[in-house]
């Protein structure tokens, strides 16, 4: 067989697992959805499955990782679009699998899925963004610090909201609305000097900054 044939052969296994478990996430939780059922489901044998994924958290992270690295290579200077426009096609993205996401991110989601989510988002931040001022947390590196760990949990609550609301705005307006959101974020940070500290307590039993 050509070289070219095996990869034809390759994506449309690929495809056909990615719509099989896109169709049983909508009938049952992920963490109970096993390789067999989504092989049944695609028609293709688990030793095609196994050449392509480890498991089935495998085949999540690829179809989620091609998406991001469309806009960390932007961010890092690896595309012509600007970054907001790489980022609109990431929410593009997830609207197109928006059960997928919707699933895993859902009130019987996946928590495994959640935190990745969680830390890639946050780690696109620390790397990629601005933060010439924000501390990191106490013997940590500058990823694990507030601002990155906060905007990384933003993006994902935004992501979260705009599917359970069924998607109400364009992904150009709620990839814009975030973006503006986490620039005001930073732009916070970027005025700290040092670790922010609590003050006394007021006479409500609450701190002051």
């Known amino acids: 067989m050509s070289q070219s044939a095996d990869n034809l052969r390759v994506r449309r296994t690929r495809k056909l697992l ?3 478990l896109i169709e ?9 959805l096993t390789v067999g059922e989504i092989t049944e ?4 044998s688990r030793a095609a499955f196994y050449r392509n994924y480890r498991d089935k958290y495998e085949l999540v992270e690829q179809i989620f990782d091609e998406a991001m690295s469309a806009v960390l290579g932007t961010m890092a200077g690896g595309g012509a679009d600007p970054p907001l426009d790489r980022w609109v096609v990431f929410f593009e993205h997830v609207g197109e699998y928006h059960r997928l996401y919707g699933a895993l991110l859902g009130r019987r989601g996946s928590p ?22 924000a501390p990191p947390s106490p013997g940590r590196g ?11 949990a933003m993006f994902v609550q935004a992501i979260t909201w705009w ?13 814009t609305q975030t973006a503006k959101l ?8 970027n005025h700290w000097t040092s670790q922010p500290t609590l003050a006394k307590s007021t006479d409500h039993g609450l701190p002051r900054a």
């Open 18 to 20: 990615r719509e099989a």
């Open 41 to 44: 489901r695609a028609m293709v």
């Open 163 to 175: 599917l359970d609301q069924g998607r109400p705005v364009a992904p150009q307006v709620i990839a």
């Open 112 to 133: 495994w899925f959640a935190t990745r989510m969680r830390g890639t988002l946050a780690d696109m931040v620390s790397e990629h963004l601005e933060i010439p001022n």
């Open 24 to 32: 049983l996430i909508d009938e049952r939780d992920f963490e109970r």
């Open 142 to 152: 500058k990823a694990d610090g507030l601002v990155p760990t906060v905007l990384g």
């Open 182 to 189: 986490a620039e005001a974020v930073i732009n916070e940070a």
